[in-house]
């Protein structure tokens, strides 16, 4: 449906985006895992045909979508895929509802401009969707303000949004991250539920491992602007090759065994303009040998899945 | 759904959501019924005034204020208060016109400057900004010129003196919005430019605009009278304030309610229009948005 390959971006002469490839086919889901700064956000973007506004560019790879190149289309033709054909849910939930429109008109635009629907049958599809994304009393949300709504709220009118011109491909970008936990479940699993029930192809931006355990098919953990390992989520997380990734496994919480600690992982992503050389991620890698600081290493497959990383043949039997 | 139509609406959501408010104050009543009540008397003139403001009676020249001319009668014998509430009719109409035609030039130019940025920008922001630097005298002057004097070099005068103050206003609240998350939801979901600004953009913006509006009305009122009193305004006989100030400065001891009753006609007016726009500010709380215009 989706398949990413081989993605490079650049704003001027930085290049925070290189080498970034994945695929996602209909009623599968793929999450794409890895801190703050590492490029999930600018992947999506780049999708989305974005990153003129942001002063980006496209340097290499494709971006193929049902059959074409995404990267060669017009804008005039990528406005008919945003919002008609590929869905993208944004980060924040709170400021992604214009303030003084009712929640029912800014639905309805969506279905009004890609289904050409009048407003009366654009208004009924609303108040559908609405319902099958279990927000009680759909007419009477259509007629209050964003600021009358809470976060969780808020982030389902935007999935509506996103689903209302029936889309193939949704991207969601770390939908819950400004929600709260238990309402960060619900809406994980209506993600889940929309994904099998629609047929969806369900890109998932993450930072949490946890969630990409629970609802992903594949995983593409992502460092410093590249793939560092991707594979099917049973073998990533049984077999974890890549230490970036172990250590991200790491880190998610278990058990109430209170003489468990919290980890993490020692450092920050490095910022594009000092993206250290050879492997990006030596500098903070409690395995790094001389040969990471100098080879950038290559991907090391295995069965589906691949890492990047110079000792991946031998990683997964020690554990970090 | 046409420009029009949004335009109504947006001032419609607008009126039920703020001017009410701004109603809420001891100020906002008696400046803002001050005001309701002055467009009324300018609206019902005719029926008001007590006699003809043009018609003159040489024999009752410079009469005091008394039965039956409250206010008094100007050099000509002319009832100063009917000449005072026709006078207005000119006033208020002159700037709000001037008001309108500068504000709607001016949302329009930098919306699309705000939106479009780039050498479009520039260019509009530069020859916006030269308007600004000429005094608003010199402008009217520049139209007396070309279409002599009356109330229609007044009103573009006035339109063109305000119209870089609406411009840098609306580029400013566009450029701060084109990067709120809710344009880029927008993006998202395959909106087209006039969409976004036209729809979600401008409705966001609108509303420091129009108190600016309002305010700019009591200085338009200022700047209108000004060019009154200098003959390039109004011409005899129709009644303007400013005008009517004119030629009181003659009989300045001899009669002076000729020239005080259209000076206390205009300091009023202009008080309770900036008073009711502080008002409005407080009301929409939109103080932080006017700064940086």
New interface residues.
Partial sequence: MLSVRDLGVAFGAVEPLSGVSFSVDKGETIGIVGESGSGKSLTAMSVMGLLPLIGGRITGGTIVFDGQDLTKLPERAYRKLRGGKIGLITQNPMTSLDPLKKIGPQVDDVARLHLGMNANEARARTEEILGTLRIPEPALICDRYPHQMSGGMKQRIVIAMALAADPDVLIADEPTTALDVTVQAQIIRLLDDLVKQRDLALVLITHDMSVVAQTCDKVVVMYAGRAVEYGPVEAIFDRPRHPYTQALIACIPRGLDDTARLTGIEGTVPTVINYPKGCPFHPRCPRAEAICATDPPTFSVEGDSAAACHFAEVAHAQPA | MNVSQMAIRSLD?FARMSIGRAFASGIGIVAGGFLILLVLVAIFAPWIAPFDYAAQNLLNANASPGWPHLLGTDEFGRDVLSRVIFGARTSLSVSATAIAISMAAGMTLGAAAGYFGGVFERAVMTVVDLTWSFPDILIALIFVAIIGPGLTSTTFAIAIAYLAQFTRLTRAQIVRLKR???I?????????PS?ILL??LM??AIAPVIVVGMLAIGDGIVLEATLGFFGLGAQPPTPSWGAMMSSGTAQLFLSPWVIIFPGVAVAVTVIAVNLFGDELIRALDIRDRLRGA
């Fill in positions: 959501a709120e998350t809710f880029e939801a927008t993006i998202n979901l395959g909106a087209k969409h729809r979600h409705p966001n």
